[in-house]
């Protein structure tokens, strides 16, 4: 462990909460370098929908390696990019009557945020974008902008700008997108008529706050009426994280804009890409690109993942199964112990428990970690345990995770009762 805190910056954080070294990881569970073993409810924080090493990805990978496939390849053309696009064209977007364009950006979901922010501004040619409370969109500068949390917006100084923030739905009983019509309509309200609003439908970091199919669908409306670009960043919430492939298809919408990362390439390689209309696609060559935008292993593996779990709805089931199981166990910790818990919150497998603070969140989770599971906590108090395990988690595997939650609970229960009785 001496070489990490000689060598390795201050800014790493989730070895603070997880200080063991890891050796290996297969499917829903990671093993220390001393063997111990561990159940990954973090899942990568969304990378690792399918599990470590997930054993039809890794064999598609090592075939292509063996035969010398292409690695880097910038943005060229390549055969694996080919099959991916192709893939993605067949099996995602055409059954659900989507027809965007793709640009591959640099490998991170911040950078397919700085792309997407980008375009709006170039295609509508106004500066101005809307954003929301509690919204997680990367910590580079434009993305950061759109960011909410204090804790990484403050390193950044005075510099954050064009962004306007309104209350999410739900947020302090504040109707959001009323003030937001209202603004617009009104010529002294000091907003600037913005490119585009920005947001997820299931905040991730912000504390896993859902966004209703109502609220989405009267936002959709006003940005048409208004000639503003609906951007979703599905970066955590997509993948299949909620149920479905995409965050926002239960609410019938089709924004203009997608950003994906994370479990894009199904095997937590670097991956990140932006959907668009076709009409919206005016960009000159070169004008967004970097280095490592032809992961061409991680096209790979996203092709073999999208063909694997996404021609059948077989991997939706099951995560509807496994998500009402999580309801069912949190909405009955809630009940049982209103001293520690709030609510049951987010969707699919997507979902969390809020704590009544952000120190009960904290030590539930550390009590996970000595029982062996990690597992992380969200929120602008850090007050929401999140239940964040790959999608093709057994449902044996699953139980033993939430029996693990309910065992910490209790064993942290009798002091906080103690104090509220």
């Known amino acids: 462990m001496n070489i990490f805190s000689e060598k390795e910056s201050n800014v790493q954080s989730y070895a603070n909460h997880f200080p063991v070294v890891f050796a290996t990881a297969k499917g829903s569970c990671l093993y220390s370098e001393c063997g111990d073993r561990y159940l990954d409810f973090l899942s990568g924080a969304g990378a690792l929908n399918y599990g470590h090493n997930n054993a039809i990805l890794k064999q598609a990978l090592l075939d292509y390696i063996d ?9 060229m053309y390549s055969q694996a990019k080919a099959e991916f696009l192709q893939a993605l064209e067949h099996h995602i977007l055409r059954p659900r009557m989507l027809n965007y364009k793709v640009q591959f950006t640099g490998p991170t979901g911040t950078n397919a945020v700085e792309a997407a922010l980008k375009l709006a501004r170039k295609v509508k040619g106004r500066s101005n974008v809307i954003a929301f409370t509690n919204g997680f969109h990367g910590c580079s500068y434009g993305a950061l902008a759109a960011t909410g949390n204090q804790h990484h917006r403050g390193v950044a100084g005075p510099h954050l700008h064009g962004i306007h923030r309104l209350p999410y739905d739900g947020y302090a009983g504040v109707d959001g997108l009323k003030l937001f019509e209202t603004m617009l309509s009104d010529g002294s309200s000091g907003l600037d008529k913005p490119a585009a609003v920005l947001l997820e439908t299931v905040q991730g970091e912000g504390g896993l706050n859902v966004a209703s199919e109502s609220w989405l669908q009267r936002l959709n409306i006003l ?13 955590q919430a997509g993948c299949g994280r909620t149920g479905t492939f995409f965050s926002f298809e239960s609410a019938g919408i089709t924004p203009d804009i997608v950003t994906l990362s994370k479990s894009i390439s199904g095997y937590g390689l670097p991956m990140a890409l932006v959907l668009m209309k076709p009409e919206l696609d005016i960009w000159e060559p070169g004008e967004h690109n970097g280095t490592f935008r032809g992961n061409n292993h991680a096209f790979v593996t996203a092709t073999k993942a999208i063909e694997t779990y996404w021609k059948s709805r077989e991997l939706e089931n099951h995560v509807s199964q496994c998500g009402q199981q999580v309801t069912q166990v949190v909405e009955q910790m809630a009940s049982r112990y209103p001293e520690l818990f709030s609510r049951r919150k987010g969707r699919g497998l997507m979902q969390g428990i809020e704590c009544v603070s952000g120190e009960i969140a904290g030590k539930i989770a550390r009590e996970c970690f000595n029982l062996g599971m990690i597992i992380e906590t969200a929120g602008p108090d850090s007050e929401v345990l999140k239940f964040f395990c790959p999608l093709t988690i057994s449902m044996s595997e699953l139980k033993e995770g939430l029996d693990i939650f309910i065992c910490a609970a209790e064993k942290i229960a009798p002091q906080y009762i103690k104090k509220a009785s």
């Open 67 to 75: 035969r010398d496939g292409l690695t880097h390849g910038l943005d």
């Open 223 to 235: 940005c048409k009426q208004h000639d503003i670009l609906l951007i979703i960043d599905d970066i």
